[in-house]
């Protein structure tokens, strides 16, 4: 009796854990990293569709956003090297969390997993020299050897309580994840995942 609880309770925390997971998980290799950021008072909003009050957009609506990122913004352009151990890190809910957090640590950020690919970022960022507001995101593991994440981020015009206010800063960051090879050559991993 006791083995079987033992055996049941290891399936229950494995279940667990594979609900946490995002699949496809990402390959290791060297990882070629693009994104683009774009500073717009409100512009891109209003060509893409009328601004609404909240900050809560569709997949699609993102798609738009990265689209028009994709013609007017220069991307900045990163190479990456992934250990197995690294990607299979980059896969987990918890992990994925604490790489954002380390990108973005003025923010305090939720992250839900609203598919088997993709998780819902909102944050709450209080940093007055960079951003100071409300954001929100979509990280997409399109593959194995693609990853999309997407954030939108609205500020107040200064003296405007509300970052929902229809005049303010939106900050737009788009990235692009490709892998590239499963050899990292002259790229070392970091100790830390930057991704």
């Known amino acids: 009796m006791r083995g079987t609880l033992a055996i049941l309770m290891l399936l229950i925390a494995l279940d667990l854990q594979a609900e946490n997971r995002l699949a496809p998980p990402p390959e290791a290799g060297l990882w070629r990293s693009e994104s683009r950021l774009i500073t717009d008072n409100e512009g891109?909003?209003?060509r893409m569709r009328s601004v609404q009050p909240?900050?809560?957009f569709s997949h699609v609506d993102y798609r738009i956003l990265h689209e028009t990122a994709r013609r007017v913004a220069q991307p900045k352009i990163e190479l990456v090297c992934l250990?197995?151990?690294q990607?299979?890190?980059l896969g987990s809910h918890h992990s994925l969390h604490n790489i954002l957090q380390r990108k973005l640590p003025e923010c305090d950020l939720s992250l839900q997993k609203v598919g088997r690919s993709?998780?819902?970022v909102r944050g709450d960022c209080q940093d007055p020299e960079r951003f100071n507001g409300k954001m929100e995101g979509l990280v997409e593991f399109v593959s194995t050897?693609?990853?999309?994440?997407?954030?939108l981020g609205r500020a107040p015009s200064p003296g405007q309580p509300e970052s929902n206010s229809p005049s303010g800063l939106i900050i737009q960051?788009?990235?692009v994840h490709r892998w590239a090879s499963p050899d990292c050559g002259q790229y070392e991993p970091h100790d830390r995942m930057t991704f």
Not at 145 to 151: G, L, P
């Open 173 to 175: 960051q788009h990235e």
């Open 145 to 151: 050897h693609e990853i999309h994440a997407s954030f």
């Open 54 to 56: 909240g900050l809560t």
């Open 83 to 85: 250990t197995p151990s």
């Open 44 to 46: 891109s909003l209003r």
């Open 118 to 120: 993709i998780v819902q």
């Open 87 to 89: 990607a299979a890190e």
